[in-house]
């Protein structure tokens, strides 16, 4: 099977490259992870991050042809040749398909994605009901890989002021959530042309999700609460 | 005063003037494609009616405005020197409020 990897070493190359490599020894089954792995073993300059293989960790988000996913869950079995790899785009290259994941922690900080009470700590768990927890679903579980914020446009154009839908959607995890109490902060942070309102509901975030999940409903449901909390 | 430019009055006022220029354009379509005027005096005279001028007279607020919100966004995203960005923004609006004012001029001058 082809590949062709993009390459580039800032303190070395004074150009990105692409370079092409050749790997035979498919398996069936096999996820991208598992030839990058084996493709590594050929050219062991070659740099990428991974770990738990699985989809769970969030590691290993690379651009494959031509869309963001996680190499460990992308069976090589339906990728058109040559396989074209690329880092994240829009984001700060450190080594070949490693980037800077600074900006989009950056923005997953600014929402403080944490609950946040007024009142007194109470003596036991906060309960919630079954339909209040439900609210959380499709939101908790974002593993902060990246690959939608970085196949945003609007986040390519603003990276420093709009949050991106990773963010966003944690914003609203915090906002649905019936122990925070500090909705109306959280709103107020969101207001403003930037920070929520770049968003133009272009949904590749949606399209490249490895966990189905959606922004881009999150990031409609605070505009409307934003609407209820203003009228 | 906040700082920041408007966000979700903005988004607001984008989707209640897209409902109302959805609504407006279908009532003339509608009526040219229904009753077609016979000159362009008969459709003269159906725009000088008081209902249909009042229409057109809240229809180009709502384009502008429309207008507005859709370009700030395009400059928002795509012009990030300042300078530039104050120039595009300024050019935008008084062509938006130039436009406006001779629609409505053109429309008083009817009835």
């Not at chain 1, 770990?51 to 079995?77: K, Q």
Request: charged fraction near 20%; charge should be neutral.
């Amino acid at each position: 099977m082809r590949f062709r990897i993009y390459r580039y070493d800032p303190d070395r190359d004074s150009a990105p490259r692409m370079q092409d490599y050749q790997l035979d020894d498919i398996r069936p089954g096999m996820m991208l992870r598992d030839a990058l792995i084996a493709l590594k073993a050929q050219d062991e300059s070659l740099a990428f991050r991974h770990s738990c293989g699985e989809g769970v960790c969030g590691s290993d988000g690379m651009n494959i042809n031509g869309r963001n996913g996680l190499a460990c869950i992308t069976p090589l079995a339906g990728l058109k040749e040559p396989v074209e790899i690329r880092p994240f785009p829009g984001m700060p290259v450190i080594r070949d398909l490693i980037v800077d994941m600074s900006p989009f922690y950056r923005q997953y900080r600014a929402v403080k994605p944490w609950l946040v009470r007024e009142d007194p700590e109470p003596e036991v768990e906060v309960l919630q009901t079954p339909a209040q927890r439900a609210r959380l679903d499709g939101l908790y579980e974002c593993i902060l890989c990246g690959c939608c914020s970085t196949a945003c446009p609007s986040f390519w154009w603003n990276p420093e002021r709009f949050l991106g839908p990773a963010a966003l959607l944690q914003a609203w995890r915090f906002l649905a959530d019936s122990r925070d109490q500090h909705s109306e902060q959280r709103l107020d942070q969101l207001e403003g042309p930037y920070r929520l309102f770049r968003c133009h509901t272009i949904m590749n975030c949606v399209e490249v999700c490895p966990k189905g999940l959606h922004p881009t409903r999150a990031i409609g449901q605070i505009k409307a609460t934003m609407l209820k909390h203003a009228i | 005063m906040s700082r920041r430019a408007s966000g979700l009055h903005a988004w607001f006022l984008q989707r209640v003037s897209a409902v109302y220029i959805g609504f407006f354009v279908l009532i003339l379509l509608a009526r040219l494609w229904l009753v077609p005027p016979a000159d362009v005096d008969a459709w003269r005279q159906w725009v000088a009616s008081p209902l249909v001028s009042v229409g057109f007279a809240l229809l180009i607020p709502c384009l502008a405005l429309h207008a507005w919100v859709g370009v700030r966004d395009v400059i928002l995203d795509y012009v990030h020197p300042l300078g530039w960005r104050l120039l595009m923004l300024s050019l935008a609006a008084f062509y938006l409020l130039a436009v406006s004012a001779w629609a409505l001029f053109a429309l008083e001058r009817l009835s």
